[in-house]
């Protein structure tokens, strides 16, 4: 058996630290889990707030063409007809009829395995960033399995829905290894589907809703109507969205129960789409990288135009370096007209706008900036992760931004056992308290309390010592990832928390 790769060793560790630490749960643990459902706990809940909260205030209220949006995650069934979702939003599953596991057909890859010249067999892997060498590896010991001599050729990756039928018999299942055991592709409609009402019937079938995009193309007139709002403008929407994934995987990068932060950027179809998406990747760019995601680790994926939606007229997705691999973390695409044009022609309501400054009506196209919350958090956690010496001691630090960290600061006064130390510190706890999510420890050694924090990302500790009482009143504040420590009064160290935290 090979050895784990560095990038699955650091994605073990950020899993357990989540556990351990009390970041992200498996939903449903007691009973031995809900696969591609997670539970957010005391720190992961603030984390997973502290992003969605940083992405309204720069998406929303620091812009002053961005209005927000909250919808029903159950919305009228032929929203879901109208945009296709009821006939397209499928994925290709493929069946193990031996072993009954379900895989996406294009995250199961095949070769044939050819050795001077004759097909031998085949071999398949799942998706991974180590396939090619897994896939390697197995065609050799199945080389030596047979006993065949002579050179090999390269082995040559595709994914399951570019097979042929006649290879169906012969491309082993990764479940069993046993050739012609896996199903050909069929569509899997990956919504989740419940009833309202009291009958259950075909009339009471409804969805939850798979993208929280829909709720506001169906609310367009609306906020057109009251929001005093002009074209350029955009929407924006936080919450919950399901799909019914095949093969969740990645821990929390792929699950079926998520959180969305989407906008619809609402233009004139004369406008020049192709520089205001640009704009928008720029800026969503800039954005990561203020909270905390380098640009370093980011990239940049222009689907091709012959794997787009047929009415999309461009989507480039922004990727990141996973410890599993580069990922999708946010899609930016030019949809066209084309979803507020089929809400208007299956509802029969109008959904044009009518441009004073041009003086005429048009049907908006729009610009959709779309990004998961689950997957920027483990992006964060992904680059925050550290592991590193300090005074010959090794040191597990979590280098979130302080607009992120789930404790902004961590009040500590040096001893526990002196009344006027704790009383100090109390105060200053129950102060900073007022404006935000900070810590109180007085357990331990001071340098054990600073290690605790450092491994959950508080990016400040405040220590309340004996010259704070005798001497100057000032308080030490520690830098969790430079290790500095200045001496602050009080009101020196909420205005420096401040333009920390807030700004």
Not at 411 to 424: D, I, M, W
Request: hydrophobic share 40%.
């Amino acid at each position: 058996m090979s050895e784990k790769s560095p990038s699955s060793t650091l994605m073990n560790d950020i899993i357990n630290l989540c556990k351990r630490r009390g970041f992200v749960f498996q939903s449903s643990d007691i009973y031995g889990g809900y696969n591609g459902f997670f539970d957010y706990g005391p720190l992961g809940v603030e984390l997973k707030n502290n992003i969605k909260q940083a992405w309204w205030k720069d998406m929303v209220h620091r812009r002053d063409d961005i209005v927000g949006l909250d919808s029903t995650i159950i919305h009228h069934p032929m929203t879901w007809k109208a945009s296709g979702h009821v006939d397209n939003f499928t994925d290709p599953l493929v069946d193990c009829k031996e072993s009954k596991m379900r895989y996406r057909a294009d995250q199961l890859y095949f070769a044939p395995v050819v050795v001077a010249g004759e097909t031998i067999g085949y071999v398949s892997v799942l998706e991974d960033e180590g396939m090619q060498a897994q896939a390697e590896e197995m065609a050799h010991d199945l080389k030596r399995k047979l006993a065949k001599q002579g050179e090999m050729a390269p082995i040559v990756l595709k994914d399951y829905t570019e097979a042929k039928p006649e290879e169906y018999a012969l491309i082993p299942s990764p479940a069993t290894g046993k050739p012609g055991s896996l199903t050909p592709p069929r569509a899997f409609n990956m919504m989740f589907q419940t009833y309202v009402g009291a009958l259950r019937d075909e009339t009471a079938i409804a969805y939850l809703r798979p993208e929280t995009a829909q709720g506001i193309f169906i609310n367009f007139k609306n906020i057109v109507d009251t929001g005093r709002v002009k074209v350029p403008f955009g929407i924006a929407q936080v919450g919950k969205a399901f799909r019914n994934e095949i093969n969740p995987r990645n821990f929390i990068f792929r699950s079926r129960e998520f959180e969305q932060m989407e906008i619809e950027y609402f233009i004139s179809p004369d406008a020049d789409w192709q520089a205001l998406h640009k704009g928008w990747i720029e800026y969503c760019m800039n954005w990561f990288d203020g909270i905390g995601i380098p640009k370093s680790r980011l990239s940049l994926y222009d689907h091709p135009k012959e794997k787009l939606a047929h009415y999309s007229k461009g989507t480039t997705d922004i990727m990141f370096e996973f410890p599993f691999g580069v990922q999708e973390l946010q899609g930016v695409a030019a949809r066209g007209d084309f979803d507020l044009t089929q809400h208007q022609t299956v509802s029969g309501k109008s959904m044009e706008y009518f441009d004073e400054a041009a003086k005429k009506k048009y049907v908006p196209h729009v610009i959709e900036p779309s990004v998961g919350v689950d997957r920027i958090f483990l992006a964060v956690l992904s680059a925050a992760y550290c592991e590193e010496e300090v005074e010959g001691e090794k040191r597990l630090v979590l280098k979130l931004h302080p607009r992120l960290a789930p404790y902004k600061a961590a009040v500590f006064p040096l001893v526990k056992n002196k009344p006027e130390l704790v009383a100090r510190a109390e105060a200053l706890y129950k102060r900073l308290k007022r404006r935000w999510n900070v810590f109180y420890d007085a357990a331990g050694a001071i340098g054990r309390r600073y290690r605790r924090q450092d491994e959950i990302g508080t990016p400040y500790g405040v220590t309340i010592d004996f010259d704070t009482i005798e001497k100057d009143g000032k308080v030490t504040l520690r830098d969790r990832d430079t290790l500095q420590q200045v001496r602050l009064t009080e009101d020196e160290l909420v205005a420096f928390l401040s333009e920390k935290i807030d700004g």
